[in-house]
């Protein structure tokens, strides 16, 4: 099978508007699966992010004692809302790539069926993901109105931070999904990446803050988290629009990762069947 003429952008979008009906059935099973069975349901969405927020205010606010650069005079609650801004879109991509390498091989069933486009599959746990993660903003809005009386009208530009975000790790579980039918050690390789990289991530500190060094600020500037979490934190806290420059960069780069998944998974696909 031919990999460049999936590097077309305009045939991803095709493809994934042509199945955009299966698209959105795939995601809603998956989203009301997860909590399928548990007593408190669909509350689980809501207290989960609830309590990693206490969690990590309670490491970071308390005992280390950590502010934010921009607000350092402020209060631990004003910290807390703060750090849930980054933790937000962060549980969104760690969720969808620690899952990723299983996707295809926990649904045999699928793989068997020559007609069904596997490739669904990834786009539909992105936007299950993103149902949740939707919750967490509503969260996450709610509070920084009613707390810190924050409420500006770049919070229509979330959706602008958030897209390269969604590229990326539509991409990025393409190639893990492809990845983890061939290799099983990738799933746990990307659960250890993944804690590393969140405290590699501003998730708990200002990556402008006065302390860091001028050449770590630019190695952070490296990883396109640390755009995405300045730019929602910027929209929902800080009344102030995105550093276009370096979103458009990440978006595009995120656009590329996309496509070379995209290409990657349906170059494999057809070998998944003698493997699984």
Known sequence: MKFLPYLNPLSLARFLYQKRDLIRQLAWRSFTSRYKGSLLGFAWVVITPLISLAVYTFAFGYIFRSRWSR????????FAITVF???VPFTFFSDILSRSPTFIISAPNYVKKVVFPLEVICPAEVLAGLGHTAIGFLILILSAALLLGQFHWTLLLVPVGMLPLVMLALGLSWLLAATGVFVRDVGPSVTLGLS???FLTPVFFDQNAAWIPLRV??????????TV???IRRAV??????????????????AVVMLVGFAGFMK???AFSDVI
């Open 71 to 78: 607000n350092a005079g402020g209060g631990k609650l004003e």
């Open 237 to 254: 806290l800080w009344d102030q629009e995105p550093r276009w420059r370096n979103l458009i960069i990440v978006l595009i780069g995120s």
């Open 268 to 270: 494999s696909r057809k």
């Open 85 to 87: 801004c980054g933790l």
């Open 229 to 231: 979490l300045d730019t």
């Open 217 to 226: 600020k630019r190695l952070l500037l490296l990883n396109p988290l640390a």
């Open 196 to 198: 590393l990289l969140m």
